[in-house]
Structures are given as structure tokens and as C-alpha cells.
């Protein structure tokens, strides 16, 4: 296997297993009394992520790989993984609100209301870029953008945000 496909294995791998976990805790949150918003653009918001790593998978080959981009999406990787361990069970990739929950207001969250989104916005730009894919990096991020402006709306909705307003400082 060369190094673009072993990168697209382990990228592809990691998402798959994001949605068990997405799943897992989704049903926990629902069982204990969540509510879901924002579920109409859901199956919009997967297709856009599929269609971007089969882009992908039908592109890098015989591609090289530029070292220090694939450094900037490690790097990206370790954020997600913060993001993922902050908000721990009440992580998933739906739009979840649990009655009585305060926000979460620790890790990455105090310097950005949605760090999630920030890194996914560079992961969609940076890997294409890592195998010189320009015109996949430039194609996903104006779609993902569109994506993120509905869905941030919806959240902020959900959680009953204003546009200016920021979560409420972490408790010690």
C-alpha cells in the first residue's frame, strides 16, 4: 500500500469509528431525555463528507505526499482528538441538546465556541493540499462552508445562542 492510500485508510478508519462513537453516545443522550435539532440537514452535512473522501480515494493515487502538510493535519488530529476527549459522552456528530446541560465551556472551548468546526474546516483543505489536490481542497471547503452556515445557525439556535454571545466561563 503506498503512503496516500495508507493516509486515506487511517483517515477513513478514524471517521468510521467517530460515528460508533457518535452513535453510542447520541442513544445515551436521547435515552436520557436529549432532544435532536437541526436533523433535516443531517444527511446533507454525511453526503458532503462521504463525496470528499471518495474524492479523495479516486485521486491520490500515484500522488506524492508533502511532509509538511501531512505534519499540519497531525497536528489537526491531535485538536480533534482534544475536541472529542472535552466534550467526552456528549460528543457526537448530531446537533444534541440535553434539557438542564450547561455548555461546555473547558478545553478548546474556551477560546472558540465550535473548535470542531474550525478543525474540520482545516482537515478539508489541508489533506487534499497534502496530496496537491488544489481544486478538491478549494471545491469541499466552499461546500463545507455553505454546510457550516446552516449548521452553526441550527446549533446556535439549539443552545440558544445569539450571533455575539459566547458560553458562559468554565466553573473551577
Request: no cysteine; proline share 7%; net charge positive.
Amino acid at each position: 500500500m503506498t503512503l496516500p492510500y495508507a493516509i486515506m485508510a487511517f483517515v477513513t478508519l478514524q471517521r468510521l469509528s467517530e460515528l460508533v462513537i457518535a452513535r453510542r453516545n447520541t442513544a445515551r443522550l436521547m435515552a436520557a431525555g436529549a432532544r435532536e435539532y437541526g436533523a433535516s440537514h443531517y444527511p446533507v452535512m454525511v453526503a458532503m463528507h462521504t463525496a470528499w473522501l471518495v474524492a479523495l480515494w479516486f485521486s491520490v493515487g500515484g500522488r506524492t505526499v508533502s511532509w509538511p502538510l501531512l505534519l499540519v493535519f497531525a497536528v489537526l488530529q491531535g485538536m480533534r482528538i482534544w475536541v472529542l476527549a472535552t466534550l467526552g459522552p456528549r460528543w457526537t456528530t448530531r446537533i444534541i441538546v440535553l434539557p438542564g446541560a450547561s455548555l461546555v465551556a473547558r478545553g478548546p472551548f474556551r477560546f472558540l465556541r465550535h473548535p470542531n468546526y474550525a478543525v474540520v474546516t482545516a482537515e478539508i483543505a489541508v489533506l487534499p493540499l497534502t496530496f496537491g489536490l488544489v481544486g478538491i481542497a478549494a471545491l469541499f471547503t466552499v461546500l463545507n462552508a455553505a454546510m457550516l452556515y446552516v449548521r452553526i445557525g441550527a446549533e446556535n439556535r439549539a443552545l440558544g445562542l445569539s450571533a455575539g454571545s459566547q458560553p458562559p466561563p468554565a466553573r473551577p
